[in-house]
């Protein structure tokens, strides 16, 4: 089941980065000085982590709880949690 509260902020959040992405397409269109452009691109990469951290805070309260009431599901939750791990050090 799908809290629409949360996925409404994951949306909103997702949005709100796709239009940060755009602006730093029109300023690199428009030639704009390079550390405008970093700062926009540094922006844009705090924004997507911060939405990572909110959407792994919803898995880890959500589907993550529930898989580890069931012995079934232990494993399954053990091994993504180590592979959005092992993502998000590379």
Known sequence: MVDQKLKKRA??????????????IKAI???KYCPE???QSLSIQRSIK???????ENHLRTHVKRQMQSKANNEKAVKELIRI????NK
């Open 11 to 24: 949306v909103h959040r997702a949005k709100i980065i796709r239009g940060q992405l755009d602006g730093l």
């Open 29 to 31: 269109e428009k030639e």
């Open 37 to 39: 452009l970093l700062e």
């Open 50 to 56: 911060s939405l990572g951290a909110f959407l792994l």
């Open 85 to 88: 791990y092992t993502l998000s």
